[in-house]
């Protein structure tokens, strides 16, 4: 098993996930390390709604304070999950949120 994994969902394909990454057009996924922990990233003009996804769900979590653009592309920030937080909890309330 590789050390990063995305926590999956499925049903974004059918209409039913709606916090979807707007550069790749597919779902924010909660990506889990050994060393570095659960974090996400997506691009910098979905900061403030996904905070407020996570702040709705009670989630400890932190944005690193700068972004990161390469080539041109949207600036991309990375927002890390509090390590007593439950990764696939994160990953459900992104999922389901109406």
Do not use: H
């Not at 994994?5 to 057009?25: A, F, L, M, S």
């Not at 041109?72 to 109406?98: A, Y």
């Amino acid at each position: 098993m590789s050390a990063r994994r995305g926590i999956g969902y499925d049903g974004w394909e059918k209409g039913e996930c709606t916090v979807i990454d707007t550069k790749t057009n597919k779902p924010i996924r909660v990506v889990t390390t050994k060393t570095a922990g659960a974090y996400l990233m997506f691009p910098m003009s979905q900061l403030d709604t996904v905070k407020q996804v996570l702040d709705s769900g009670g989630i400890n979590y932190w944005a690193d304070r700068f972004s990161i653009s390469l080539n041109g592309q949207p600036e991309v920030v990375f927002v890390n999950i509090g390590k007593k937080e439950d990764p696939n909890v994160v990953q459900q309330l992104l999922d389901n949120t109406p």
